[in-house]
């Protein structure tokens, strides 16, 4: 999966507070240095998916590696 594939209602997390109070919830706080870009869906007060780049730049063909998704 790429940038370009990603649902259009998914939310980019740059900043590094922000990255590491989502990765947190989730139980990833020790996947915070390896991506410092997230995309996250939200639903009803809940992540449904979040994704991670390798790079700081999110280009459309840079790969995406699903973090998580909601059961």
């Known amino acids: ?10 939310v980019l997390v740059q900043d590094s507070q922000d990255r590491l109070a989502v990765l947190e919830s989730l139980g990833l706080a020790h996947l915070v240095e390896d991506y410092p870009t997230l995309f996250v869906e939200v639903g009803e007060g809940e992540y449904l998916r979040v994704w991670g780049i390798e790079r700081f730049v999110p280009y459309l063909d840079e790969p995406v590696a699903l973090l998580y998704e909601a059961a």
């Open 1 to 10: 999966m790429r940038v370009r594939d990603l649902p259009e209602d998914a």
